[in-house]
């Protein structure tokens, strides 16, 4: 479900998941089926790309953690993230808002 | 060995390595977060109480075809290893070709001292006779103002071969820096791509050389509109053509060695 929806906010919602503390790609996946309650299913494996790019643009940073026996890649945001996911929020907001008008037939 | 679904992992870690393409550190890196991330789904459905065969299925099915995993990574990657390849490329075509024509200045200079300086070069018909004998004075080896101009004008061409010599050897010298440092990047283009564009825009380089040269030589004309001699436009094209051959043979070396490592594997058995 919302696959495709998914692929074009995908930074932003991974940003978000990030913003609650570190996580590697398995608790980043599953924090984001747990608050999307399970609305989210796009292949798993994706995200790690999108990781890395996030981690390009410097607004996450990460590192080798070994837990549970298994070495983890572990993300967390910069700040330059936050900032990144604070003008994201915002923009969604707006976005959110002109679209939730438009069905409800009233001005913005 | 057991079916415990770690060979259907196992092989889907294999798909997976040869989809992806980037950076070996970064293929590296999604590699071992991949697996790390199957085997936490393994475990985490294996816990709810399902088999672990089944579990493993569902876990690579949840984690998307490798295809769709390696589209993911930037493509910007591919391109600037695209762009990197082709000056390399292009640094050894006009660094080689340089040197070739820097090489031929060997034979040139030995036609020319061997008393053929007009095969070499000369000086165009409209040249009036007394500019021609001002050379006369310094060259005394030279019996009349037509040879000592001829001779005047082969330290030119001598010297201009080498000037480009010594950019290609300098071109040459920037494409092996840009080479190892590359060496262990990953590769868009296929190996003995380099040598094999050398050896063919090498080669197409030298036709004109030799053809306009073997004319004129069979026309029995010493130089082209007086200026461009004939043998200097023969040897320039030879050792161009040369060097062509050199790379062919170079890359056919590069291109077999797979084949003549399996045979020698074969034989030593």
């Not at chain 2, 050897?169 to 820096?177: G, I, L, Q, R």
């Amino acid at each position: 479900m919302f696959g495709e929806r998914l692929k074009g906010n995908l930074d932003l919602l991974l940003l978000a998941v990030l913003a609650v503390a570190p996580a590697h790609g398995y608790q980043v996946l599953e924090r984001l089926r747990l608050r999307s309650d399970g609305a989210f299913d796009l292949p798993e494996g994706t995200i790690y790309p999108a990781l890395h790019r996030l981690e390009g643009r410097g607004w996450v940073t990460s590192s080798w953690v070994r837990v549970d026996g298994r070495n983890r890649r572990v993300y967390a945001l910069t700040a330059d993230g936050r900032r990144q996911l604070a003008v994201q929020r915002q923009e969604w907001a707006g976005f959110t808002a002109g679209v939730a008008a438009v069905l409800a037939g009233e001005p913005a | 060995m057991t079916d415990d679904g770690e060979e259907q992992l196992q092989s889907y870690l294999d798909q997976l390595l040869l989809a992806l393409r980037g950076r070996p550190r970064e293929v590296r890196r999604l590699l071992a977060e991949a697996e790390a991330h199957l085997r936490d789904a393994i475990d985490a459905e294996v816990a709810a109480g399902a088999d672990r065969v089944d579990a493993v299925e569902r876990a690579v099915r949840r984690f998307g075809p490798p295809s769709a995993v390696a589209r993911g990574l930037p493509r910007a990657a591919a391109y600037r290893t695209l762009a990197g390849q082709l000056v390399e490329a292009a640094l050894l075509v006009v660094g080689l070709l340089c040197v070739a024509v820097g090489l031929a200045a060997v034979p040139a200079a030995l036609v020319g001292l061997t008393g053929h300086a007009d095969l070499v070069t000369g000086d165009p018909p409209s040249v009036p006779g007394p500019a021609r004998c001002q050379y006369l004075q310094h060259l005394t080896a030279a019996q009349d103002c037509t040879q000592a101009l001829s001779a005047h004008h082969v330290v030119e061409v001598v010297r201009s071969h080498l000037v480009v010599g010594v950019v290609g050897f300098v071109v040459v010298a920037a494409w092996w820096t840009l080479h190892t440092e590359r060496r262990t990047r990953p590769t868009v283009l296929p190996a003995g791509f380099n040598l094999t564009a050398c050896g063919i825009l090498l080669g197409v380089a030298s036709l004109p050389a030799l053809v306009v040269g073997l004319r004129a030589t069979i026309a029995g004309a010493g130089n082209i509109d007086g200026v461009i001699g004939s043998a200097d436009l023969m040897v320039t094209g030879s050792t161009v053509l040369a060097v062509s051959l050199a790379c062919w043979a170079v890359a056919a070396r590069q291109l077999t060695r797979p084949a003549r490592n399996l045979f020698g594997q074969v034989a030593s058995r």
